[in-house]
């Protein structure tokens, strides 16, 4: 698998080499566009807007716009001249706990895998930081933006998420209220909460969503009719402390329902 990034992990005075590879994929069924009365492919040309004429990717260049339709071109060379050697690297600028960063600035997840003669400062870094519960913060230039990091220990290497900048976050448009509650109402709550709870294991959960529209898909393949499944009516009930209690026994009920015994894996032969 290729790397998406390649660079140095500085840790003072130590470098790691390192290359960074893509830690999720999308597993999105993905459609082209077709025109309604022949399905042919529909295509996409790049034209200037001044003569009309289609542009080869070899004529285009990037432009900023200062005024209104004035634009200054940049080349590859510009955005070369505004990485310093540091932004090559990946510069860890302080150790934080990531209980510290609220979720919202996480953004892209990346394995960071050590490269030739870097194991052991690799191994050191890690370590260090799992022994003391610590994550990195970092900065590097990836492509034409500078990204903010965040170096995080496994057991088994280092994780980099790509954090948004301050400036990139969006706060809440409008608080929510925060009416009184009653000791029961909580207390409900926490009840239903505390008997929901169970150890996270995703490899339990799927998409559902597109695997019913895959076969969809399949189905229209074959020649097949589809039919829709029935959907379970919602509950008519508004009283919150009815709802909990509803909630409470319909969790007890499920949890005494048989279990569907889940397929043999297949081993390798």
């Known amino acids: 698998m290729a790397a998406t990034h390649k660079g140095a992990i500085s840790f003072g005075l130590v470098h790691i080499p390192v290359a960074l590879h893509t830690a999720t994929q999308d597993d999105d069924i993905h459609f082209n566009q077709l025109c ?13 807007g001044h003569c009309g004429k289609e542009v080869s990717a070899g004529d285009i260049v990037k432009g900023f716009e200062f005024e209104k339709g004035k634009y200054v071109t940049m080349t590859e060379e510009d955005f070369e001249k505004a990485k310093t050697p540091k932004d090559r690297n990946i510069q860890i600028l302080h150790f934080s706990n990531i209980q510290d ?17 870097g194991d052991k400062a690799y191994e050191l870094l890690r370590r260090a930081m799992l022994d003391e ?8 230039v990836m492509g034409q933006s500078e990204k903010l990091l965040c170096l995080i220990p496994t057991e ?3 994780l980099i998420e790509t954090l948004f900048f301050f400036s990139e976050v969006k706060e809440m448009p409008k608080e929510p209220a925060h009416p009184e509650l009653s000791e029961a109402e ?7 909460v505390n008997s929901m709870v169970q150890e996270f294991e995703p490899e339990k959960y799927h998409d559902e969503y597109q695997a019913r529209l895959r076969q969809i898909i399949e189905a229209k393949i074959s020649g097949q009719e589809i039919t829709q499944g029935a959907e379970e009516e919602p509950s008519n009930i508004i009283n919150i402390m009815e709802a909990l209690q509803a909630s409470l026994q319909q969790v007890e009920e499920d949890k005494k329902a048989p279990k569907k015994p889940r397929g043999r894996k297949k081993t390798a032969s």
């Open 36 to 48: 309604k009365e022949d399905g042919s492919r529909i295509r996409y040309k790049k034209v200037c």
């Open 186 to 192: 909580l207390t409900m709550a926490k009840t239903l």
């Open 133 to 140: 519960g610590k994550v990195a913060i970092a900065k590097t």
């Open 156 to 158: 088994k290497g280092i």
């Open 101 to 117: 960063i609220r979720p919202i600035y996480f953004d892209k997840t990346y394995h960071a895998v050590p490269e030739s003669g």
